[in-house]
């Protein structure tokens, strides 16, 4: 094994060493249990935050000429696909919002 690749751990007297100077340093004593209680988990979810109103995932069949129409308009699409079909169904009183 290379002095570079070597690992090299502290003995029990050099551990109790470094333990006594932290716990003798005032800034930095170690939490109590109810202060560490009041930590929130350090993880959030991953990805996009949750809307309100939460999109369904589903499969429609569209005509070719629709379908790269819509997406000849670039990124955002399909939004506005919804917002057509949105506009459509308020229009004949199918959706009251």
């Known amino acids: 094994m290379s002095k570079l690749t070597e690992l090299r751990l502290n003995t ?48 429609v069949r569209l005509d070719p000429d629709v379908l790269q129409a819509f997406k000849s308009t670039g990124a955002g699409w399909q939004t506005r696909i919804n917002e057509v079909l949105l506009v459509w169904a308020r229009e004949r009183g199918m959706i009251k919002r």
């Open 12 to 59: 029990d007297e050099e551990e109790a060493a470094i333990n006594a100077a932290a716990l003798a340093d005032p800034d930095a004593q170690p939490l109590t249990d109810a202060e560490l209680a009041q930590f929130a988990p350090g993880r959030r979810p991953r990805g996009r935050p949750a809307l309100a109103v939460t999109k369904i995932a589903t499969n």
